[in-house]
């Protein structure tokens, strides 16, 4: 029974890590981390060149249950859907790396937004988990938000409640939707930082 309890509480620690900062982790109110990348449509992306822009970064792993739970009842879609029309640019990452979960090519990355009906602006697929390090993204879903100066604004949670369960997310505050409205309004974001959620990123280590 006590091993039981501690492989339990050890699989809880790798879906649920401790927030806290590396040395390597972009801060809140500094400038976010440039990236250059091509998307699976064949597109060019460079984050700077958004300068001006509200930009969102969301880490993905279709095989993930949280991922599932936000996107399998439409929450993450809609979510989507309710930025970029506001003008904001809306970037799905997926750092899976070759042999691990969730890594996918062009091909399947285009059929799961298809099948999902998900609506980024872009989805780049990172195998190599340059931009994933870059941000200390930890958790599939992490969330980033980046104002028009190009400063960190959010980083963390898509919502308030960290249950698998999509019963959960009614009543929940979704963060990233919070941030994006004051930042259009012209305010500082109340909620800038917290712990994210998620199946951990599927980095090469």
């Given at each position: 029974m006590r091993q039981l309890i501690l492989t339990s509480l050890a699989a809880f620690m790798i879906i649920m890590p401790l927030f806290t900062a590396s040395a390597a982790s972009p801060q809140i109110g500094q400038t976010a981390p440039d990236f250059e990348a091509t998307d699976i449509e064949g597109n060019p992306?460079?984050?700077?060149?958004?300068?001006?822009?509200?930009?969102?970064?969301?880490?993905?792993?279709?095989?993930?249950?949280?991922?599932?739970?936000?996107?399998?009842?439409n929450n993450m879609q809609n979510t989507q859907k309710q930025v970029t029309?506001?003008?904001?640019?809306?970037?799905?990452?997926?750092?899976?790396?070759?042999?691990?979960?969730?890594?996918?090519?062009?091909?399947?990355?285009?059929?799961?937004?298809?099948?999902?009906?998900?609506?980024?602006?872009?989805?780049?697929?990172?195998?190599?988990?340059?931009?994933?390090?870059m941000y200390d993204a930890k958790t599939t879903p992490?969330?980033?938000?980046?104002?028009?100066?190009?400063?960190?604004?959010?980083?963390?949670?898509?919502?308030?409640?960290?249950?698998?369960?999509?019963a959960t997310i009614e009543g929940a505050e979704n963060y990233v939707i919070a941030a994006v409205d004051e930042l259009l309004a012209g305010k500082a974001v109340t909620t800038s930082q917290t712990q994210p959620y998620g199946c951990s990123v599927k980095y090469d280590y």
């Open positions: 992306f460079k984050l700077s060149d958004h300068k001006g822009e509200i930009v969102v970064l969301e880490w993905t792993n279709a095989q993930c249950p949280f991922v599932m739970k936000h996107y399998d009842s029309e506001k003008g904001i640019k809306w970037i799905t990452i997926n750092s899976s790396a070759q042999g691990r979960q969730g890594n996918v090519t062009n091909e399947e990355a285009a059929k799961i937004l298809e099948d999902k009906n998900a609506a980024p602006t872009a989805k780049i697929l990172d195998p190599s988990g340059e931009i994933g390090k992490h969330m980033f938000v980046i104002d028009a100066e190009g400063t960190l604004a959010y980083a963390g949670a898509i919502d308030s409640n960290a249950s698998p369960n999509p």
